[in-house]
């Protein structure tokens, strides 16, 4: 990654850790800001594994990738961290497993349609007669796809963790 791309990635772990954390490091959300950032970091790392697998070159082009991915997967764990605390407010007496199958429910249609969108408008892109401006929509469709797939796996495996740990009002 380049020295640009990393500061980006250090500056959108500071921004996240400051507006989901609060002050009580018990109820703090660092952990999960920490945890969209690593799901970003594997979906690109997926998404242009396989692409490079199956022949797709990178390009100068592909380097402004990693701001797209940082933006949508900054966006999606926002909209389903928050809407887990919504749950939450609503509903504090419900069990976790009952609050995140409600959080994926509403939370989740909404991350569903921003990517699959996306892909689809990044799909089209790939039809284009220019081969670098083909392989970037290539490389974004597949990365946005992992990008999704590991906010509606791995991002709400820590948010339940991080949630039943918050619960029991402990540190680790």
């Given at each position: 990654?380049?020295?640009?791309?990393?500061?980006?990635?250090?500056?959108?772990?500071?921004?996240?850790?400051?507006?989901?954390?609060?002050?009580?490091?018990?109820?703090?959300?660092?952990?999960?800001?920490?945890?969209?950032?690593?799901?970003?970091?594997?979906?690109?790392?997926?998404?242009?594994?396989?692409?490079?697998?199956?022949?797709?070159?990178?390009?100068?082009?592909?380097s402004t990738l990693y701001f797209?991915?940082?933006?949508?997967?900054?966006?999606?764990?926002?909209?389903?961290?928050?809407?887990?605390?919504?749950?939450?407010?609503?509903?504090?007496?419900?069990p976790v497993s009952w609050r995140?199958?409600?959080?994926?429910?509403?939370?989740?249609?909404?991350?569903?349609?921003?990517?699959?969108?996306?892909?689809?408008?990044?799909?089209?892109?790939?039809?284009?007669?220019?081969?670098?401006?083909?392989?970037?929509?290539?490389?974004?469709?597949?990365?946005?796809?992992?990008?999704?797939?590991?906010?509606?796996?791995?991002?709400?495996?820590?948010?339940?963790?991080?949630?039943?740990?918050?619960?029991?009002?402990?540190?680790?």
């Open positions: 990654l380049s020295p640009v791309c990393l500061g980006s990635l250090r500056r959108a772990a500071s921004i996240n850790a400051e507006y989901m954390g609060r002050r009580d490091e018990v109820f703090s959300a660092r952990s999960l800001a920490g945890a969209i950032l690593l799901t970003i970091i594997l979906s690109a790392m997926a998404g242009l594994g396989f692409c490079w697998h199956i022949g797709i070159l990178w390009n100068p082009l592909v797209l991915l940082l933006g949508l997967g900054v966006d999606d764990g926002f909209i389903i961290h928050g809407e887990f605390m919504n749950q939450s407010r609503e509903h504090p007496d419900k995140i199958s409600q959080t994926c429910r509403r939370a989740g249609v909404s991350v569903l349609v921003t990517s699959f969108t996306d892909i689809c408008a990044f799909g089209v892109g790939a039809s284009s007669s220019l081969p670098a401006l083909q392989a970037f929509c290539i490389l974004a469709a597949v990365t946005v796809f992992f990008v999704w797939l590991y906010n509606v796996t791995s991002f709400l495996a820590v948010l339940t963790l991080d949630a039943r740990r918050s619960e029991l009002n402990t540190l680790a």
